[in-house]
T-cell receptor
Framework: EAGVVQSPRYKIIEKKQPVAFWCNPISGHNTLYWYLQNLGQGPELLIRYENEEAVDDSQLPKDRFSAERLKGVDSTLKIQPAELGDSAVYLC?????????????FGPGTRLTVT | AQSVTQPDIHITVSEGASLELRCNYSYGATPYLFWYVQSPGQGLQLLLKYFSGDTLVQGIKGFEAEFKRSQSSFNLRKPSVHWSDAAEYFCAVGAHTGGFKTIFGAGTRLFVKA
């Protein structure tokens, strides 16, 4: 069974530029999460999807961040424009919404560096 | 809302020695508790979880954790550490608060010395 796939693995951009991250969850997982992980910290939820619906985006900075999950499968997280403080690892995770014990399966993350 | 604290930022143990990583949570009812491990450049991997029942749970890679309601703790243990266990360990607490939400601790970095 393939795990959660994320691309790119690394991205270096200049501030004020746009950037996008892509995630493909485990097949059959209808819950998808995007997390932000700063150095030395645990993951912090940005947005959670149940199928196509964003059910928790309270921590997403909507002035510059956006996300979509068309067709309830893969998802894209976008930042426009990027700021220096956005440098971090962006993790995608997926889980079964019912019967799965709520454990999450994580991708390897995208390390973003904003210069 | 739930919260989780990992008091130790980093811990160093000798290979072959026992390990205990501390985790304290705050939540009014019995939460869902998890331990995840993250190796450098990798995503998080679930080690074990507790929902109910036996308070001592076994996980992968020889890890176990014990839920102690009276202490609001869910400490992770391993009787004999291997060099490959060097990684970052995250405790997490989940609860049904307007949908199921999981909060992660700040992590404990484990160093293993030969």
């Amino acid at each position: 069974e393939a795990g959660v796939v994320q691309s790119p693995r690394y991205k270096i951009i200049e501030k004020k530029q746009p950037v996008a991250f892509w995630c493909n969850p485990i097949s059959g997982h209808n819950t998808l999460y995007w997390y932000l992980q700063n150095l030395g910290q645990g993951p912090e939820l940005l947005i959670r999807y149940e199928n196509e619906e964003a059910v928790d985006d309270s921590q997403l900075p909507k002035d510059r961040f956006s996300a979509e999950r068309l067709k309830g499968v893969d998802s894209t997280l976008k930042i426009q424009p990027a700021e220096l403080g956005d440098s971090a690892v962006y993790l995608c995770a997926s889980s079964l919404s019912t019967g799965g014990g709520y454990e999450q399966y994580f991708g390897p993350g995208t390390r973003l560096t904003v210069t | 809302a739930q919260s989780v604290t990992q008091p130790d930022i980093h811990i160093t143990v000798s290979e072959g020695a026992s390990l205990e990583l501390r985790c304290n949570y705050s939540y009014g009812a019995t939460p869902y508790l998890f331990w995840y491990v993250q190796s450098p450049g990798q995503g998080l991997q679930l080690l074990l979880k507790y929902f109910s029942g036996d308070t001592l749970v076994q996980g992968i890679k020889g890890f176990e954790a014990e839920f102690k309601r009276s202490q609001s703790s869910f400490n992770l243990r391993k009787p004999s550490v291997h060099w490959s266990d060097a990684a970052e360990y995250f405790c997490a607490v989940g609860a049904h608060t307007g949908g199921f939400k999981t909060i992660f601790g700040a992590g404990t970095r484990l160093f293993v010395k030969a």
